[in-house]
């Protein structure tokens, strides 16, 4: 880190056994992410007029380069952070997850979802009871109206925007589906 790491404690006495975890977990995230430059933690007795009882909070304010990464732990009605331990893990875990989102956007390690064979019911052949699906790249699939999911081949209208499965096989019409499911009003990337 570029700048000494800062610790507070608020409604409380210092501990130099909770300061002590506090720079073990700044440790670990270090080892997690090398590129933090400042961080601040404040640990805080949220009840101080009990004797027992007291919830602690937890924030961690970190800096990396171009971002702050901020972690507040609330402790709300969570009677586990009656234990300041246990609110300092939950905060680091949490900061941990955050570092480990902000690397793998750097790194473009980010997860895509595959957005699955789609297209919209090119022609229908109701009294054959089978159909065509036009995909975005314009090729057509063959559909029979016994690989339609959850609808009713026979209220099926051409235009209506539907998810395929792609059989193995090729009909006698070309590239064909297995299954067939309408979208409904909800629209695919």
Do not use: W
Not at 78 to 103: G, I, K, Q
Request: glycine share 6%.
């Amino acid at each position: 880190m570029q700048t000494p790491l800062e610790i507070t404690f608020r409604n409380m006495d210092h501990s130099d056994a909770v300061e002590a975890r506090i720079r073990e977990k700044v440790g670990k995230l270090e080892q997690v992410y090398d590129r933090i430059t400042a961080c601040r933690v404040r640990v805080e007795a949220i009840n101080r007029q009990h004797t027992k009882g007291n919830l602690f909070q937890v924030n961690i304010e970190l800096s990396v380069p171009g971002k702050q990464v901020m972690v507040g732990r609330n402790p709300g009605k969570n009677h586990a952070h009656e234990d300041v331990y246990v609110a300092v893990r939950d905060a680091f875990n949490a900061a941990r997850r955050r570092l480990e989102d902000h690397s793998r956007r750097k790194s473009g390690k980010v997860k895509t979802h595959e957005v699955p064979p789609h297209g919209k019911v090119a022609r229908l052949f109701p009294y054959e009871g089978y159909g065509f699906i036009e995909t975005p790249d314009g090729r057509e699939i063959y559909f029979h109206e016994n690989s339609l999911v959850d609808s009713d081949f026979a209220k099926l209208e051409e235009g209506q925007e539907v998810r395929y499965v792609a059989a193995e096989k090729e009909s006698e019409k070309g590239p064909q589906a297995s299954t067939v499911k309408l979208i409904g009003k909800h629209h695919l990337a």
